[in-house]
């Protein structure tokens, strides 16, 4: 079968993540050996998404070319168009979301709707939404990326490509857990409701 295939689905900014696969202060070679060590042996990545400093901007360029440089193992999708976003986010068997940080996060909640697990840095909305498959494997919806760093990123993305070829049925599991999450604004509201009565509670203790 294919190699699994992971994507980024974002605004390409700092806050996002996209540092840790662009680089100006390293040259071409390095930037090139990150990649290498994050696809590994195993895995293809698109990145769809418009830069923050612009659709032609050093973000792009340095994209486009890694994009020729793995060439079938690496897509640079250059802009947003949701339709096409919608088809490849259920395409994907992985959403790599390595923020460092996120005030809320929306995008793994798209990515479990579609069957896409999630591979996120457990900040703000996105440890509130994910649980964890090392964590607790019972109910885990998706990984953790530990640090804000290529090395934690690296270690995640393999140990998920692991578990992808050597636990199917596991990562089927989580697939349908994510799917079945309920993410609506009457649980949510119920949840704040109870978190806060409690807070009021313990206040008034």
């Given at each position: 079968s294919s190699p699994p295939l992971a994507m980024m689905l974002c605004r390409l900014t700092y806050q996002k993540g996209i540092g840790l696969f662009v680089d100006f202060g390293e040259d071409e070679r390095q930037v090139e050996e990150n990649m290498e060590r994050f696809l590994g042996r195993s895995l293809r990545f698109l990145v769809m998404g418009t830069p923050a400093d612009g659709r032609s901007g050093p973000v792009a360029r340095q994209l486009r070319r890694l994009e020729r440089r793995f060439?079938?193992?690496?897509?640079?999708?250059?802009?947003?168009?949701?339709?096409?976003?919608?088809?490849?986010?259920?395409?994907?068997?992985?959403?790599?979301?390595?923020?460092?940080?996120?005030?809320?996060?929306?995008?793994?909640?798209?990515?479990?709707?579609?069957?896409?697990?999630?591979?996120?840095?457990?900040?703000?909305?996105?440890?509130d939404t994910v649980r964890c498959h090392f964590d607790d494997p019972e109910r885990a919806t998706g990984f953790y990326i530990d640090r804000y760093s290529r090395e934690s990123l690296n270690r995640t993305m393999a140990q998920a490509v692991s578990v992808y070829w050597r636990h199917?049925?596991?990562?089927?599991?989580?697939?349908?857990?994510?799917?079945?999450?309920?993410?609506?604004?009457?649980?949510?509201?119920?949840?704040?409701?109870?978190?806060?009565?409690?807070?009021?509670?313990?206040?008034?203790?």
């Open positions: 060439a079938g193992r690496f897509v640079f999708v250059n802009g947003y168009d949701e339709e096409r976003a919608h088809q490849l986010l259920g395409a994907a068997d992985m959403l790599v979301a390595p923020s460092l940080f996120e005030p809320c996060g929306l995008i793994q909640v798209y990515a479990m709707a579609f069957g896409t697990v999630p591979v996120v840095r457990p900040v703000g909305g996105m440890k199917p049925g596991t990562w089927r599991e989580m697939m349908v857990r994510g799917m079945n999450e309920n993410f609506s604004w009457t649980r949510m509201k119920n949840q704040y409701i109870e978190f806060f009565g409690g807070a009021s509670a313990d206040a008034g203790s």
